[in-house]
Every structure is written in structure tokens, then in C-alpha cells.
């Protein structure tokens, strides 16, 4: 028997809407990143790994269309799934001229099987021409545009190299509210410098921007990041399992219950993952937050200050 979650999983909310499961189909469009390609830096986010969790098929020539029936074919196996959602993931995904991102957004509506476009980006590439095209390519189907905040505290945004500010967050968010289109904010628990005080509030500025969905995740050290280096120097503290799980079950308190909860925790690379190791515990991680969300928070879902 599946577990009634504490909170609209994803999954649950996609089934709501078309009555089905619905499996996401990540692609890799090749994009880059204002804060890579020398616009507003070289060297990324500290945390963020050269691939910017890409697949790097698209560097390999692997097309689009391709990758979204491939994807396709794996899910019908896999899950038995018969509607898709087309999930751009990597990089700034509304980063390149409206033309280019035209061809991109159509190339993966493959067909009406295809009832979603989500669209992993950052605040500051997003303006009135990037929504006409994204209106104009997902008419129809649901659309959702995934923003990286991270914090909402410009010291931290600072501190990380994130190259932009709360302020681009909270105009991108409006500019997209403005069309009717949903929101989903990535977070970050554990950035340098924060407390659980600073990494609330930032999780009751998306409650008063009243966010569709939100994405956990965790603070974790790869290779080749900046982080890393700064981890070697034991100048960076890491959230324990514990800490982690508690932080999150408490920021779903504070959110409305229809905010859609889009994923618990981060995905790190196996292989290059550094720390923590409880990063990795996926089932661990997921168990941990909903036995204190029906612990502590059963019937207060939803209601402010549930610290």
C-alpha cells in the first residue's frame, strides 16, 4: 500500500491533472550560463560542477528530438507511463536568442503524448521576448518555469558567486505570474554562513510570492567545484542528515498545502560526490522528512511560524 504523503508530491499533482501518471523527460539542449560564458563570470556558482548536472548528450551530438524519444521509449518500459513531460534541465535553458530557443522547445514536443514544458533557468535570463516564446511553444500544455533562488539573502548570493540578486528572483517571478504560467523555486539548506533562521525566511519570501512548487536540496561537495576547495581548507560546515530533514519538514510547514513539492532532496553524481555521504540515502533522506512533518506538523501544514 503507497504511503499518503504530507505534502502534494509531484507526482500526485500531475496525476490530479491528467488523471495518469506522468514521467519527466530530462534533456540536455547544450546550453551554457551568463555566469560561465564571461557575461557575469567564468567560474559558475561554487557549488556547481563543470557540467552543471548535464547529461552531455547534447555535447555528444545526441539532438533534442532524439533524447526526448529516447526518453520516451525508456519511461514506456520503465513505468509504463503514456504521458511525458519535457523537462530542459541543464544550465539557463531560456539563455540563447528567442529563435534558437524556439527550435529547442518545439524539437521536444514530439507529439501530443507530450502534455508538459518545464523549464529549468536562472532570474536573470528571463524577459518579455523568452515568455512570448515559451507561451507560444507550450500553448496547451502545462508549463511550469523552474528559477534558481538558492537564498534569499544577497550576502549569501554573494558568498556563492551566484551572480544575481533576491531582487532579479522576485521581478522574474512576477514577470512570469503575469502570464498565468507556474513557478518552481530551487533551494538550497546549508549554504555557507546560513542558520535555520536565514534558510526560513527565505522560505517566507516564496510563500509571499505565492510560488506554484519548490525543489530541496541539500548542500553537497563534488570534484571540481570551488566548494570543494574551500571544503579542503576545512572552511565549509555541512548540514547533518538529521538537520537536513528537519529544516525541510519545517519549511513545508510554513508553505500552503497546494504548493507542489517537486523534490525533497539533490541528486550529486556518485561518483564525484564528496560530502556528506547521507546524500546518497535517497529513502533515508525522504522517510526522515515526512516522520517529522507527521510528528510534529499533522494538521499544521500550512500555517506560519510551524518552527
Known sequence: ????????????????????????????????????????????????????????????????????????????????????????????????????????????????????????????????????????CGKGRLITIELGLQSAHNHTLQNINRGHSVEDFVGAVESIKKRDLNVCAHVIFGLPGEGPEEMLATIQLLKSLNIDGIKFHQLYVVHGTQLYEEYKKNNISLLTLDEYCSLVARAISILPERTVIHRLQGDPPRDHLIAPKWSLEKNEIRQGIIRILNTHFKGHHGQKNQH
Open 1 to 136: 500500500m503507497r504511503q499518503d504523503l504530507p505534502f502534494l508530491s509531484l507526482n500526485k499533482y500531475l496525476k490530479n491533472i491528467f488523471g495518469e501518471r506522468v514521467q519527466k523527460i530530462p534533456l540536455d539542449a547544450g546550453l551554457t550560463c551568463p555566469n560561465r560564458d564571461g557575461t557575469k563570470g567564468t567560474k559558475g556558482c561554487i557549488y556547481c560542477d563543470p557540467y552543471g548536472s548535464g547529461t552531455g548528450r547534447a555535447r555528444n551530438g545526441v539532438t533534442i528530438r532524439e533524447q526526448m524519444i529516447q526518453g520516451i521509449d525508456w519511461a514506456r518500459k520503465r513505468y509504463g507511463a503514456k504521458k511525458y513531460i519535457a523537462y530542459f534541465q541543464s544550465f539557463s535553458n531560456t539563455y540563447a536568442s528567442p529563435d534558437k530557443l524556439r527550435k529547442l522547445y518545439n524539437d521536444a514536443l514530439v507529439s501530443s503524448d507530450v502534455v508538459g514544458l518545464f523549464i529549468g533557468t536562472r532570474p536573470d535570463c528571463i524577459d518579455d521576448a523568452v515568455l512570448d516564446v515559451i507561451e507560444e
